[in-house]
């Protein structure tokens, strides 16, 4: 996925990612980095208002994902990639879990794991 224009000075623009999502920046559903994601739909193409990014993410999806990886495997901002997936979720083609212990806390284990995934970034 593209990542954006260069602009002559090297940096990068993100005016594609803000227009994608319409300016919108809050969804319903909190997408914490280590909530996982799965896409209950084959596509989603046909349906208003959806762009080739959100076909992307859901078929980054077709095994359990979290939104971490969801947004390093995009190369998107991870507010964009919460937007795509809260309009995924309304559309009914994916599933949210949140993964956590008796005490609705993430294990150790996944948050070395989230940790080790975003220092490679």
Known sequence: MNEGQRNGDGTVSLVRPYTLVRGR??????????TFVMSLAASVQGRSGVEPEHETVLQLCRSPVSV??????TGLPL??????LGDLLELGAIRV????????????????????????L
């Open 25 to 34: 920046t809050h969804v319903r559903q909190v997408f914490d980095l280590v």
């Open 68 to 73: 971490s990886e969801l947004t390093s495997r």
């Open 79 to 84: 507010g964009v990639v919460r937007v795509l």
């Open 97 to 120: 879990s949140q993964p956590s212990r008796g005490d609705g806390r993430p294990s150790t284990g996944l948050i070395r794991e989230v940790l080790a995934g975003l220092q490679a």
